[in-house]
């Protein structure tokens, strides 16, 4: 095993706690960094500041061999906030990272920067480096970090690769997702894979798990040795059968047409809006 200090944007963020124990357990150290306390270090070393402080993130970055960066807004907001963490936060991480040496940056891209791609109807699969159809600002912003990653890689040799996460939760949350869904332990052997593979280059790739339903390719993962092991098909009769007295488990129109579901709406869902918020503005 190839064990690396590695440099973990986000670090108190929900992807991280999904994370973090996983990579621990395959022998890496890693140094957390974050805007807010985690609720749960998992005895990591922890840094306290935006991706932005560039000083501060230099210093925190000082001595790894990887970054894995996950920090940023994880949904729609309003433009200059978006821009600032996920944009301008994309490049800080990337500068610090080229300043310091570090040849290796694994950066959370998502199914958004493609989000109005369609979803195939002829049983084709949709490949890892897509064409970018941002469904949102968001999706514009997650476009951004994959044209960095892109730069950083031309300009400067840095191995990166941007992974397309498409839906991590612990389990699938509807019809949509049961194509989509990446669980938790596949995102460790996802993230693991990508420290480990030699010489990536520059890639994108499909964050998503072996689902019987996928529409997404595997080709990506699987060329850096990912090898996901969860479907989510085992979790599909009892969604239906939940469908019958909740039918927003259906998959709506939104999800039949286009990759990225009702994101690819006029009323996509908004980081920090409720259910409740939703119902009321629709
Ligand atoms: N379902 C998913 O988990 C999913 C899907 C696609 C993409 N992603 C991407 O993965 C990443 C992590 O998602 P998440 O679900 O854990 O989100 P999250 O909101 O739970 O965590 C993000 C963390 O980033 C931190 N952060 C934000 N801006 C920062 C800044 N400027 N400096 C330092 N810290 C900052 C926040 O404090 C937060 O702890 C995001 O980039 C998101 O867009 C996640």
């Not at 610090?96 to 979803?119: D, E, K, M, W, Y």
Request: aromatic share 8%; charged share 20%.
């Amino acid at each position: 095993m190839n064990s690396q200090r590695i440099a973990l944007t986000g670090a108190a963020g929900s992807l991280a706690a999904d994370i973090i124990p996983g990579l621990l357990a395959r022998g890496h150290s890693i140094v957390g960094i974050d805007q807010r306390l985690p609720a749960d270090t998992f005895g990591c070393e922890f840094v306290d500041c935006q991706v932005n402080d560039r000083e501060a993130l230099l210093e925190a970055l000082r001595g790894c061999d990887a970054v894995i960066h996950l920090a940023g807004i994880p949904l729609e907001a309003e433009w200059a906030d978006i821009m600032r963490a996920n944009i301008d936060g994309t490049q800080a991480v990337l500068y610090a990272a080229q300043r310091l040496g570090i040849r290796r940056v694994v950066l959370a891209s998502s199914i958004h920067s493609a989000g109005f791609v369609p979803v195939p109807t002829d049983g084709t699969l949709v490949p890892d480096d897509v064409g970018v159809r941002p469904n949102t600002f968001y999706g514009v912003s997650k476009a951004a970090v994959e044209a960095l990653g892109s730069l950083y890689h031309d300009r400067y040799g840095l191995d990166v690769i941007c992974l397309r996460i498409a839906s991590r939760f612990a389990e699938p949350t509807g019809e949509r997702t049961l194509s989509t869904w990446l669980s938790p332990a596949d995102a460790v052997r996802l993230f693991d894979a990508c420290l480990q593979t030699e010489n990536p280059g520059f890639r994108t790739i499909w964050g998503v798990s072996a689902n019987t339903r996928g529409y997404l390719s595997a080709e990506g993962g699987a060329a850096i040795g990912f090898r996901p092991v969860d479907d989510s098909e085992r979790f599909a009769e009892r969604m239906f059968a939940a469908s019958d007295t909740d039918p927003s488990l259906l998959a709506s129109d939104w999800d039949r047409a286009y990759i990225g579901g009702v994101f690819s709406s006029v009323h996509p869902p908004l980081f920090g809006e409720t259910t409740t918020d939703r119902n009321n503005n629709d």
